[in-house]
């Protein structure tokens, strides 16, 4: 009898210990943390007293299972308050619902605000649209006025110079013998006499055109040259807007050399070269300021009746200031020098350049970079990659060294006009 009093005092020491274990760890992982004399009175249990031990875990476990069910139920409580009797809970659960439902109208008032301020947005944006179109086209009409104003302006300036004016019912044209993008050029009569008569069109008398057309008035009307074309006046009273200048019965250069094949022999050659040399030394010895043509090439020598050189179109010239900076990428793209095409700063070497270009055109009777019919091409080719036209078939190296030096790519390494003279010169004598 002791000794099964002893056992049922150890079994209810044990049980009760593992009651205590289960209320303060709901965990499963804290079950098995039993303390070390717990375990010691274990392992002392005999056979008998270590089956009923198990049946003691066996409702531990099953206590246990019952906490997770009670723990897993407990989250369904929010979905489900029928199934509590504290009316406290429920009337919680409800309050919920009503904030949620209030939160909802409140994300419905949001989101009709939003479309609204989103439709206001794009009106606004439309507005904007338009007023700046009209804005543009203020400033488009503000341009316009000031280039009438300045046309205007010039056209006073221009009657104001010190040139012959011509009266339009003088001129009689006869033919067309040249034409260009701002207008044509005619064999005309005026008083008696067989002139040349460049006729500017309407569309092009206003802004840089209207300039270029005063400037080229104002050079002609200054230069006394005989290798330079001769003014003898111009009219400036719109829309009859023209210049006339004496008349070179052979054409121009470039049609002498490829379709009348006149210019045969070396002398025919070395004349010509010199002739042109001495029309641009005179520009370029031009006091105070020196003028730079800008626009030297085959169609703008003139050869008259008894072969003499004159130099014409002095629309793109330019009066060599302190600094001359570059001012456009206007002109002939296979005359021009590398510089130009750089937006390089430039000087009147550039006129040497283009004559590099012309003697290569009298030698060879070519037409330069003939393959490449793409102006930008030739105009990044030669800025860029120093392409020139091909010399192989210049036999004289004289007039090769000539040539490479007045087209060299770096401007001060090329000749001026008055050194130019000196060596055509020598190879005259020659």
């Not at 406290?88 to 439902?101: A, C, G, M, S, V």
């Not at 040399?277 to 043509?293: E, G, S």
């Amino acid at each position: 009898m002791n000794n099964n009093e002893n056992i049922n005092n150890k079994n209810f020491r044990i049980k009760h210990n593992y009651v205590n274990n289960n209320n303060n760890n709901n965990d499963d992982d804290n079950n098995n943390n039993i303390n070390k004399n717990q375990m010691a009175n274990i392992n002392n249990l005999n056979l008998n007293e270590r089956r009923d031990y198990n049946g003691l875990l066996m409702d531990f476990d099953f206590l246990s299972t019952s906490n997770k069910l009670i723990n897993n139920n407990s989250g369904n409580l929010k979905n489900n308050p029928q199934n509590l009797n504290n009316e406290k809970i429920q009337k919680e659960w409800e309050e919920i619902d009503k904030e949620k439902e209030k939160m909802n109208q409140e994300k419905k008032k949001i989101a009709h605000f939003k479309k609204k301020l989103e439709i206001e947005w794009i009106s606004f944006q439309k507005q904007q649209k338009i007023l700046k179109k009209r804005q543009i086209s203020q400033m488009n009409q503000m341009k316009i006025l000031k280039k009438q104003l300045r046309s205007l302006q010039i056209y006073k300036q221009i009657s104001e110079e010190s040139h012959n004016e011509i009266d339009p019912n003088e001129i009689i044209d006869f033919e067309e013998i040249g034409s260009g993008a701002f207008g044509k050029v005619y064999k005309s009569m005026w008083r008696r006499k067989t002139v040349a008569v460049k006729r500017i069109k309407p569309e092009y008398l206003q802004g840089n055109y209207l300039i270029e057309f005063k400037r080229e008035i104002m050079m002609l009307s200054k230069t006394r040259h005989p290798n330079i074309v001769l003014f003898m006046g111009a009219c400036t009273i719109y829309p009859n807007v023209f210049i006339v200048t004496e008349y070179c019965e052979q054409g121009s250069l470039y049609h002498c050399l490829r379709k009348k094949k006149m210019i045969k022999n070396i002398n025919q050659k070395i004349r010509i070269a010199r002739e042109i040399a001495l029309a641009m030394n005179y520009l370029h010895l031009t006091k105070p300021r020196i003028v730079i043509h800008r626009d030297l090439k085959s169609t703008n020598v003139l050869i008259d009746k008894f072969g003499t050189v004159k130099i014409a179109d002095f629309g793109m010239s330019r009066i060599k200031d302190e600094s001359l900076k570059h001012t456009g990428f206007r002109g002939s793209p296979c005359w021009m020098a590398p510089e130009v095409f750089r937006n390089e700063n430039y000087s009147e070497k550039i006129d040497v350049y283009s004559y590099g270009i012309v003697l290569w055109e009298i030698f060879t009777k070519k037409f330069p970079y003939k393959g490449i019919k793409n102006p930008m091409q030739i105009a990044f080719n030669v800025g860029f990659k120093n392409l020139r036209p091909s010399i192989e078939k210049i036999t004289d190296l004289k007039w090769r060294s000539l040539i490479t030096r007045c087209w060299d790519k770096n401007p001060s390494k090329r000749p001026s006009f008055q050194k130019i003279l000196m060596i055509l010169d020598t190879l005259d004598e020659n």
